[in-house]
């Protein structure tokens, strides 16, 4: 059975009602568990457990440091290509939006790399518009051998592939593949994907399963917080993370919190998460999962970041540009979407080192076992 098979015997609004009906006898049940299950998970992101917030924090905090210890792990993203053939309703490089064009050459990703690795960097996060005639499975790859003649670490975020097209790349030193969803509410997902291989819900979500097949080592999930109610969507992919461990245990994941930011041609979030909240759903994953790994990236402020270092976050992004060069080839070219913390990855290390923790360049296997 796929994911999608279990995911369409739900109804959203059946389990959005089930998580706002949650009570705080049902939070403290959750709290008092060693073992939660996806019931425990929707008490814990319910508007009941917002008065229990720092009893999660504390209870997140002490799980992180049993699994990670003292150490956050520091990637940079790298943007290879603004191509897309997709139209998104929140994304700076939809094909509606009239925007000059980038995609990088041999010379510019050497370029590039190099620019990253004196930052310090051993992880890199390889990312594209999704263009499958522009940016293929032959560029990607072509990128992928460029990247790991400079990295200990690569990682995509372009469009979904096929199966054996992933353990292709995996052949030339792929390593983790990041796939949001965006968000599972199929009929809004349809409306903020109107025209593009991307408007292929069914496609989308049966992604983790040919990643799972394909043996990646490890799968990123995600969606985009704003576009649809954030506590339902949330857990949607929580019972997906649940189904990839159960049937794909060999493989790691990792959960990231994107929140909607400002782009070109942007629309603005149906539902605003406020950063209460954003620690409400880090806390309730951790307590979830010990295992899967936290991840926020630059779209969170400076303040935030620094305050939530210690609550469960097990990776950030630091010094991050979201345009095709923006390292040094091309600086001034359209962001996919505004940073927020602008900080320096030495900035940003030493952030991390006077919380008492270590900065792991990268990745935690390479630590710990």
């Known amino acids: 059975m796929s994911f999608r098979t279990a995911f369409e015997q739900e109804n959203w609004e059946a389990i959005k009602a089930s998580i706002y009906n949650k009570t705080a006898t049902q939070v403290e049940e959750a709290l008092s568990k060693e073992k939660l299950n996806l019931e425990d998970f929707k008490a814990l992101i319910s508007p009941a457990a917002a008065g229990y917030l720092e009893e999660m924090a504390k209870k997140s905090q002490a799980l992180t440091l049993k699994r990670f210890g003292k150490t956050i792990q520091m990637y940079a993203p790298m943007y290879l290509s603004n191509e897309c053939q997709n139209i998104c309703t929140y994304c700076g490089f939809s094909l509606d939006n009239k925007i000059r064009r980038r995609t990088l050459t041999d010379a510019e990703i050497h370029e590039e790399c190099k620019t990253i690795k004196a930052l310090g960097f051993e992880h890199i996060l390889l990312v594209t518009g999704e263009a499958n005639k522009t940016v293929g499975v032959d560029y990607i790859e072509n990128a992928i051998k460029i990247a790991k003649g400079y990295f200990a670490l690569i990682s995509i975020e372009v469009q979904p592939l096929d199966e ?80 990839m461990e159960r049937n794909f245990w060999r493989t790691k994941y990792s959960i990231s919190f994107p929140r909607l930011r400002p782009a070109e041609g942007i629309l603005e979030p149906k539902v605003v998460m406020n950063d209460r909240e954003l620690v409400q759903l880090i806390c309730a994953y951790r307590l979830l999962d010990e295992e899967v790994e936290l991840s926020l990236s630059t779209r969170e402020n400076q303040r935030f970041r620094n305050n939530v270092v210690k609550l469960g976050i097990t990776s950030m992004s630091a010094g991050s540009k979201t345009n095709p060069g923006g390292y040094s080839v091309e600086p001034e070219s359209l962001e996919q979407f505004e940073i927020s913390d602008e900080r320096s990855p030495s900035e940003i290390a030493e952030m991390i080192k006077s919380n008492g923790y270590e900065v792991v360049w990268k990745d935690w296997d390479h630590v710990l076992d």
């Open 164 to 243: 054996n097209e992933y353990a292709q790349l995996m052949v030339h030193g792929l390593n983790t593949v990041l796939v949001y969803q965006e968000t599972y509410h199929k009929e809004d997902y349809k409306k903020h994907h109107p025209k593009g291989k991307k408007s292929n819900f069914d496609y989308r979500v049966d992604t983790p399963d040919r990643l799972g097949k394909a043996g990646v080592y490890k799968v990123g999930l995600g969606v985009l917080i704003g576009l649809e109610d954030w506590r339902t969507d949330s857990f949607f992919t929580a019972m997906h993370l649940k189904y």
